[in-house]
């Protein structure tokens, strides 16, 4: 198996199509939208694919009490941004990691409850989205907000790469999208516009 990234949470509820998970978190680890993470699956034989599609930070009576007081100062709002936030993540299931093979279909088994879900490092990320055969996934998602997802995914996986590659790894993209999306012209605009924004999503840590 490849490295492991950050720890972002503990499978509570599965299915084939996604996993979700939780933990506290601070909030300088909060996962993003649209990044890709791991779960794993099958006994350790194999880990899930996850692409996150919504983040929620559940209900603290700690910050309720705060929010509601006559007066806050800088420093206590500061304190509670430090603390660990009750995070939950959600993730569309877009392929499998088996040895050392990357399959861009639905796994055969979701991760098991309270497994670990890890964020992906920018080299898994760069394998995984050396074939795009994982869009047809995304696409697929109606529940979800399908275009927004493929467009952060896409940008994710461009900025896990230098910035020589960037480009063309977007340009590739691009014409999968097209030849994917070649039935509603409209909707294909929309997306390749979005693709070719410059913005901060390509300049991810590493």
Not at 26 to 48: I, M
Not at 54 to 83: C, G, H, T, W
Not at 84 to 96: K, Q
Not at 189 to 206: C, F, H, K, P, Q
């Amino acid at each position: 198996m490849d490295e492991l990234g950050p720890l972002i949470g503990l499978v509570t509820r599965c299915s084939s199509r996604g996993f979700v998970g939780a933990m506290r978190l601070p909030e300088t680890d909060l996962p993003v939208f649209g990044a890709f993470c791991k779960a794993e699956a099958q006994r350790g034989h194999s880990n899930v694919i996850g692409l996150i599609y919504d983040i929620s930070i559940d209900d603290d009576e700690f910050a309720r009490q705060m929010a509601i007081a006559e007066k806050l100062e800088p420093e206590n709002i500061a304190d509670q941004q430090a603390r660990l936030l009750p995070v939950e993540i959600s993730a569309l299931s877009v392929g499998y990691l088996r040895g050392d093979r990357y399959l861009h279909t639905l796994p055969p088994q979701p991760p098991i409850s309270m497994a670990p879900i890890y964020s992906l490092s920018m080299q898994e990320i760069q394998a995984f989205t050396s074939k795009l055969d994982f869009i047809p996934l995304i696409l697929s998602a109606s529940q979800l907000p399908v275009d927004d997802l493929l467009v952060a995914a896409l940008r994710h996986a461009a900025g896990a790469r230098s910035a020589d590659e960037q480009r063309s790894f977007l340009l590739d993209a691009g014409r999968e999208c097209a030849r994917r999306l070649a039935r509603d012209l409209t909707r294909l605009e929309d997306v390749i516009y979005r693709l070719a924004e410059r913005d901060d999503m390509l300049t991810l840590s590493r």
